[in-house]
């Protein structure tokens, strides 16, 4: 329990320049996380590192969806689509007060944290349910809109 066994870099020593794909690949798996890749030209150099992942069974297969679905063991016919979770008064309070704070201009995790009076952990789950409830998107950098 707690203990897992050492596995050398994944970096396969033939090949010429860094892989991007090996290191995620190595973050991934540092996190306990599952690894995918998908395959690649074996002509093309830029695919070396996501198709030795494949050959050394460091990485599972990926050619689509279906295939995270497999491995994550999720059923994606029982997923809730955005939007359909409930009303307005199935909300937390806390996600009704993030809402409030939020409009059409995207804004920072911290931005809305300085202006409410919610812990960072208090924050961070009423904008998941806003954003499963399809209320509010997530952008790149962690930028909050309202839908």
């Known amino acids: 329990p707690g203990h897992r066994e050492h ?3 994944l970096r396969p020593p033939r090949l010429r320049r860094v892989q991007g794909s090996l290191y995620t690949a190595e973050a991934g798996r540092a996190q306990g996380r599952p ?3 998908m395959p690649g030209d074996v002509r093309q150099e830029e695919a070396a590192g996501c198709n030795a992942l494949l050959r050394d069974g460091e990485a599972a297969v990926c050619l689509g969806p ?4 497999r491995v994550l063991k999720v ?6 689509p955005p939007g359909t979770m409930g009303s ?3 909300l937390s309070a806390e996600a009704k007060g993030a ?3 939020l409009d ?3 804004r920072s995790f911290d931005e809305v944290l300085v202006g409410s009076t919610f812990s960072p952990a208090a924050l961070a789950s009423a ?6 409830t399809g209320l509010v998107i997530q952008h790149p950098g962690r930028l909050y809109e309202r839908i």
């Not at 279906?66 to 679905?69: C, G, L, Q, S």
């Open 66 to 69: 279906d295939d995270v679905w």
């Open 104 to 106: 059409r201009v995207p």
């Open 88 to 90: 307005w008064e199935d």
């Open 127 to 132: 904008l998941v349910e806003l954003e499963l």
């Open 75 to 80: 059923d994606p016919q029982a997923a809730v």
């Open 35 to 37: 690894v995918f890749a």
């Open 99 to 101: 809402f409030a704070m």
């Open 7 to 9: 596995r050398p870099p």
